[in-house]
């Protein structure tokens, strides 16, 4: 706020003199001349009181009818010229007013501090998200979703405005500014206490490690998420402790490589990682062989070292890139290049240029040559997603959803990390088994992948009841708050204890406070089963089928318990 | 010579000598004390109070309000002499020139630490 009244003030200051000089040269004027009373003598001129009176009204051009008395012609000459010099100072000041209002300068003040405000109110945990891009809107608008609070920073201004404009539930601080000045993210409360992490997905690999090197120094103890496009970048920010870095073509590569080699696992983790409550994905199932690859970029090659690791035969095409198949002429949108390639013997071909329209047009002209074949499309614009859709491919690639798909489920579920550590040895029955279970939760949209601890401030109701001495098991919480017969659609993915993990716990499983869950379930059943977690009446709805409800009731059950007792 | 600066002394002087003046003679006799001397001082007073809008810096903020003690003190006494005089009609008699005069005198006081605060930054000054 002060800096903005400050601002106004000085640029107020001329017009207000000019102003205070005018009136006191009109209300001396008129304590000067002459009047005249009903007989047409002479008479004392106005006082002070009453020609301030008479100017306040008159050059404020309010008109009013009441004059102290009939004037005389001197006076009126002088009020004619003090209406026009009161008139000339008032549309300067006004003028000037308005002008400073509309200077960016200043607006962009007033805004800056608005948005500062909002973000110091903030009462519930929020993270920071700088870029509010392809990416960074689909993470605006799954948080939105699953009600977690956020802030927002976008270098470009009409994106800001975009977003205004989107129905959100949350009513969300945004602000125009460049997020790779500390001050804006100080601004947009980097330092505030309910600050749980922030997510550096810009358009910009050099923003976004300056976002990540900014966090890392003022505020080392919430996590950074930062999306990386080169290994160099990658590498730079893992040097100084980036929490995670997501490269959306290397973690493609790897799905795909994953996807060849053990199509079950790879349906599981997708299922995992996906935005919650989203379609359920078609399952992909490449087929091994002979693959060609059209494009070898950053992309292309991600691709290659991990295809070629699963025993993938690789036919590279790329008229400008090193490392490409040189006896190969164009780039893969005409038959004549694919043919070269092979196209007639090949399995499966990745259509992984830059450019979109390319993109769909070798995937069209491969499709046309070799019907059989696994199309697999990199997307790189949102806004092409009706044409891809049209086409679809047997696996699309859009790297704004992998990076938003990553950072979610790293965020909601800090847990989610360590069960899919343990994937990494999960054999193909066991993965399809679990995957299949997952789908059925609801159908057909993905279960929302959610942690909790039982802790005071996460589960108070659960925790008491556990600190209290009361027993129970896993099987006997996952019951529906409303009926409790009914068993809640919910599968328990993980329990930490310290440092014991255990996969997939069973339901006889007995808890204990201090205990860490992830689950698999609709965010309807997790809202239910957190409610039943805090409130510890419903807790014991669910335990025991008590009604029990206030304070008195309890002292009389309790007492009545002893007696018989 | 800073043009600005030599404004701004002006009339942070100006309003102090204006409000002696008024302020000066037998707090109790009305034609002592006449009504274009205060009018001048509240005039230059306002004047001098604009100048120090905007000025951030804490020596600006405590000029800016000797400035402001100094506008409600001469504007109570204006108000005071308006409504001796046009409303209850009792007139500039000794009690209400005195009240009249008093209050210019804290007005004044609070014009003089303006000018010493002035003179302060001018020793200080290194340029």
């Known amino acids: 706020m002060n800096s903005a ?42 006082s002070f009181f009453h020609a301030f009176y008479f100017v306040s009204y008159t050059a404020t051009t309010i008109g009013f009818g009441e004059i102290p008395g009939a004037f005389s012609d ?42 500062a405000r ?25 948080f939105d979703q699953t009600g977690q609070a956020f802030v927002v920073l976008e270098k470009d201004e009409l994106r800001v405005q975009e977003l205004d404009l989107q129905d959100f539930k949350t009513d969300t601080p945004a602000l125009a500014a460049d997020a790779r000045q500390p001050e804006t993210l100080l601004l947009a409360g980097l330092k505030h206490p309910k600050c749980r992490g922030v997510l550096a997905v ?20 919430i996590p950074v998420i930062a999306r990386a496009r080169s290994e160099s970048t990658s590498a730079n920010m893992a040097s100084f402790g980036t929490d995670h870095i997501i490269n ?38 490449p087929p091994g062989g002979h693959w060609i690859l059209c494009g070898y970029g950053r992309f292309g090659q991600a691709l290659g070292s991990r295809l070629q690791q699963t025993g993938i035969h690789l036919t590279i095409i790329d008229p400008k890139a090193e490392g490409a198949d040189r006896s190969i002429a164009g780039d893969g949108t005409e038959a004549a290049t694919l043919r070269q ?21 070798i995937a069209v002209t491969a499709s046309e040559l070799n019907p059989q074949l696994f199309v697999v499309a990199r997307q790189n614009h949102t806004a092409n997603s009706a044409l891809f859709d049209a086409y679809d491919a047997n696996f699309t690639m859009v ?99 310290g440092e014991q993990i255990i996969v997939l716990p069973d339901a006889r499983y007995k808890l204990q406070a201090g205990d860490q869950l992830l689950f698999a379930s609709s965010l309807a059943t997790q809202r239910n089963l957190t409610y039943t977690l805090r409130n510890e009446n419903e807790l014991a709805y669910v335990l025991d089928g008590e009604e029990s409800s206030s304070w008195l009731w309890r002292k009389l059950r309790r007492k009545t318990a002893g007696q018989a007792s | 010579m800073n043009l600005e600066k030599v404004i701004f002394g002006f009339f942070i002087v100006l309003a102090a000598t204006l409000n002696f003046g008024f302020f000066i003679g037998d707090i109790e006799r009305p034609e002592l004390h006449h009504v274009y001397e205060l009018a001048a001082a509240l005039v230059v007073s306002l004047i001098a109070t604009a100048l120090k809008f905007g000025d951030r810096t804490q020596i600006g903020a405590i000029h800016l309000s ?23 009609g009792e007139g500039m008699t000794a009690s209400v020139t005195a009240s009249v005069v008093s209050l210019s005198g804290g007005a004044l006081f609070a014009n003089v630490v303006s000018v010493i605060i002035l003179i302060v930054e001018t020793v200080m000054l290194r340029r």
């Open chain 1, 118 to 142: 909002r973000v110091l109110r903030l009462k519930e945990p929020f993270y920071l998200i700088c870029g509010c891009g392809e990416t960074g809107n689909l993470i605006c608008r799954t």
């Open chain 1, 248 to 285: 959306p073509y290397v973690r493609f590569a790897e799905h795909l490589a994953l996807a060849v080699a053990a199509p079950e696992r790879f349906r599981l983790i997708e299922l995992l990682t996906s935005l919650p409550e989203s379609p359920l994905p078609e399952p992909h199932r």
């Open chain 1, 5 to 46: 009244f400050f601002l106004v003030l000085r640029r107020m200051r001329a017009p207000i003199i000019v102003l205070i000089v005018i009136y006191a040269i009109a209300v001396f004027g008129l304590t000067l001349v002459p009047g005249v009373d009903a007989e047409g003598h002479r008479a004392p001129p106005l």
């Open chain 1, 341 to 361: 390639a092979g196209i007639e013997r090949a399995s499966g071909i990745i259509a992984g240029s830059d450019n979109d329209i390319n993109n769909l047009s």
């Open chain 1, 74 to 115: 001197g006076q009126r000459l002088w009020v004619t010229f003090c209406i026009y010099l009161t008139v000339l100072g008032w549309s300067y000041s006004v003028v000037t007013l308005i002008a400073l209002l509309q200077d960016k300068g200043f607006q962009n003040t007033l805004t800056s501090n608005r948005f």
């Open chain 2, 66 to 88: 000797t400035s402001l003690v100094a506008d409600l003190q001469l504007v109570a006494a204006a108000i005071t002499w308006t409504i001796a005089v046009h409303v209850t």
């Open chain 1, 399 to 497: 790297p704004s959803h992998i990076v938003a798909q990553e950072a979610i489920a790293i965020l909601s579920a800090p847990l989610l990390a360590r069960f899919l550590e343990r994937l990494r040895n999960a054999d193909e029955s066991w993965s399809q088994s679990l995957g299949e279970r997952l789908q059925a939760l609801c159908s057909p949209l993905t279960p929302a992948i959610w942690d909790i601890r039982l802790n005071i401030s996460e589960a108070p109701g659960a925790y008491r009841a556990l600190m209290r001495g009361k027993d129970f098991r896993l099987g006997d919480i996952l019951r529906d708050g409303s009926e409790r017969e009914r068993a809640l659609p919910i599968v328990p993915l993980l329990l930490e204890r």
């Open chain 1, 202 to 221: 810009t358009n910009d690999e050099e923003a976004n490690l300056g976002i990540a090197i900014a966090v890392r120094l003022l505020n080392p103890g």
